[in-house]
């Protein structure tokens, strides 16, 4: 049976955000040390301690921002510790992840150092949990102040003139949680008070981010707008914050315990994780519902600032340090999410995958013996999606009941698609989520001819397969010729367990 659709490709629809894309590094395991930073000293190619082989495969997804220090690192992380000298900087103890020590020697310069080099925006949490409002406002003063005053002269000695521009800045994370385990009534009036102190010098605008919800906790989010307006429903006032942030990970297994293997899993628990991911539109609607209450234009934005899959970490790695590998199936969960993400590109205007090298779901692995660096499915998923960065969201709308499954209670659709318009651009995502059975999928591009197309696939053999520096390219794109478009008709034949996207020009 062929699965029809229909994509309207001149209409206009809400842009995507290029900030969808965003990514996530925090004092964690081997993200920032041993992943992105190794140190001066250090014999691989480095400016600064930050690898540049890494830093070179990140350019290549156009990453537009990247959130740091944490995580519920921020909540404990004292900017002032690292900066100046780095042989001065005080040692500490990051108590969340592994009681490890953390040298400070990553810190604010090498971070605006390192978004310097990726191209990307930098995302700042800053520490509502354990900090004070005196020092989160020195930190805006120091990063973005161009004037004699104490930060910007601070900055100066410490070996830079100009301010840098900083524009998305977290007030705390997980406020619900590990960032001081509030109520949410006693964060809104925190993030109130603190976002309040965040000045902007100059021309600089900070975008200030509230830390939102856990997953469908709604109540939280309600709070939060209705602390920004103090009015009730329909009057937003304060610009205290601009943005609530919310949390979802794809988590399965019966207890946090037992979240399962990122590697070894069966059909069941495949299936179970897509239920999971596939749960995040959900999510999104749900908050974007409580805010279109208070906020009906749509002025305050929704922001998933981590999400992604959470396994149990890899066997004779230290449990702190959250690392796992990175399967077929972890693409799918991405592909899924970049889905939602493009239909709901009205509200939610950035998102960050949890984390960019070496925890949790990566883009990036580095082995800790030989440093060869692995590109993960996952980064295959970003890379083949890049073009949607900014793009003009196009509906999908299938004429055909999708096929699905039961998982649990839920449902589980296996086809997902989503698709955009850029620069004369059409371009299709289309997933398709049967562990193994094939499908074909016929698009009647309406209001526009496609001319020549470009498709590229990512699948495998098996979705437990992945990379590794003995081989890293089990799981990579490959050019793709089942595609064909006749009479205005693009078919699209998916092979089970596959990524396909596909570009064409209108
Ligand atoms: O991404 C790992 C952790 O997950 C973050 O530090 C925290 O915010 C969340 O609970």
């Known amino acids: 049976m062929t699965i029809e659709a229909v994509i309207n490709v001149d209409l206009?629809?809400?842009?995507?955000?290029?900030?969808?894309?965003?990514?996530?590094?925090?004092?964690?395991?081997?993200?920032?040390?041993?992943?992105?930073?190794?140190?001066?000293d250090s014999d691989l190619p480095n400016v600064g301690g930050i690898r540049l082989d890494v830093v070179e495969a990140l350019r290549d997804l156009n990453i537009p921002n990247l959130r740091w220090p944490g995580g519920c690192f921020a909540d404990?992380?004292?900017?002032?510790?690292?900066?100046?000298?780095?042989?001065?900087?005080?040692?500490?103890?990051?108590?969340?992840?592994?009681?490890?020590?953390?040298?400070?020697?990553?810190?604010?310069?090498?971070?605006?150092a390192l978004c310097e080099m990726l191209g990307a925006e930098p995302y700042i949490s800053g520490n509502v949990g354990s900090g004070t409002v005196r020092e989160m406002s020195e930190w805006v003063e120091y990063l973005t102040r161009a004037g004699d005053s104490p930060m910007a002269r601070l900055r100066r000695e410490n070996g830079r003139d100009e301010p840098w521009r900083v524009r998305f800045w977290g007030l705390g994370n997980e406020a619900w949680g590990c960032g001081g385990?509030?109520?949410?009534?006693?964060?809104?009036?925190q993030a109130r008070q603190y976002g309040t102190y965040c000045r902007d010098y100059g021309d600089n605008r900070l975008y200030k981010i509230a830390a939102g919800a856990n997953g469908t906790d709604y109540a939280w989010t309600e709070t939060l707008m209705k602390q920004l307006g103090h009015l009730g429903c329909r009057h937003i006032s304060s610009t205290a914050y601009h943005a609530l942030s919310v949390h979802y990970y794809t988590v399965t297994g019966p207890t946090w315990e037992e979240?399962?293997?990122?590697?070894?899993?069966?059909?069941?628990?495949?299936?179970?994780?897509m239920a999971a991911a596939a749960r995040v539109e959900e999510v999104?609607?749900?908050?974007?519902?409580?805010?279109?209450?208070?906020d009906p234009t749509g002025s305050v934005g929704l922001v998933l600032d981590e999400w992604g899959t959470w396994f149990d970490v890899a066997r004779g790695t230290n449990p702190g340090f959250l690392y796992q590998q990175n399967t077929l199936r972890d693409a799918l969960v991405a592909s899924?999410?970049?889905?939602?993400?493009?239909?709901?590109?009205?509200?939610?205007?950035?998102?960050?995958?949890?984390?960019?090298?070496?925890?949790?779901q990566a883009m990036i692995l580095t082995d800790p013996d030989s440093q060869a660096m692995v590109l993960t499915p996952t980064y295959h998923v970003f890379r083949m999606n890049r073009d949607h960065q900014d793009a003009t969201s196009l509906r999908v709308d299938f004429r055909t009941a999708l096929p699905s499954r039961a998982v649990g209670d839920a449902a589980l659709t296996t086809i997902s698609a989503s698709a955009s318009r850029k620069d004369g651009r059409l371009l299709v995502s289309l997933s398709n989520l049967d562990a193994s059975a094939p499908a074909d999928v016929a698009i009647d591009l309406r209001g526009g001819a496609v001319t020549a197309t470009d498709a590229t696939i990512l699948t495998a053999g098996l979705l437990q397969d992945h990379n590794t520096p003995q081989s890293p390219s089990v799981v990579a794109p490959r050019p793709y010729d089942g595609v064909t478009v006749a009479g205005g008709t693009l078919r699209v034949h998916l092979p089970a367990h596959s990524f396909v996207t596909v570009s064409g020009a209108l």
């Not at 000298?85 to 604010?108: A, I, K, L, Q, S």
């Not at 979240?259 to 994780?273: H, I, L, P, R």
């Not at 889905?339 to 070496?358: E, K, P, S, W």
Request: glycine share 14%; hydrophobic share 35%; aromatic share 14%.
């Open 12 to 40: 206009g629809g809400p842009r995507i955000n290029r900030h969808v894309y965003g990514h996530f590094a925090e004092h964690l395991g081997r993200c920032i040390y041993g992943g992105f930073y190794v140190g001066e």
């Open 76 to 112: 404990e992380y004292h900017w002032r510790d690292g900066v100046g000298p780095r042989d001065g900087r005080p040692v500490m103890v990051n108590t969340h992840w592994g009681g490890v020590e953390e040298n400070n020697h990553f810190g604010t310069h090498e971070f605006m």
């Open 181 to 189: 385990n509030m109520s949410a009534e006693h964060y809104a009036h």
């Open 259 to 273: 979240k399962g293997s990122a590697t070894v899993f069966d059909t069941g628990e495949y299936y179970t994780t």
């Open 284 to 294: 999104l609607a749900g908050h974007a519902a409580v805010m279109d209450c208070y």
């Open 336 to 360: 899924v999410h970049f889905d939602v993400f493009h239909r709901h590109a009205g509200r939610l205007v950035m998102a960050n995958i949890a984390q960019t090298v070496n925890v949790l």
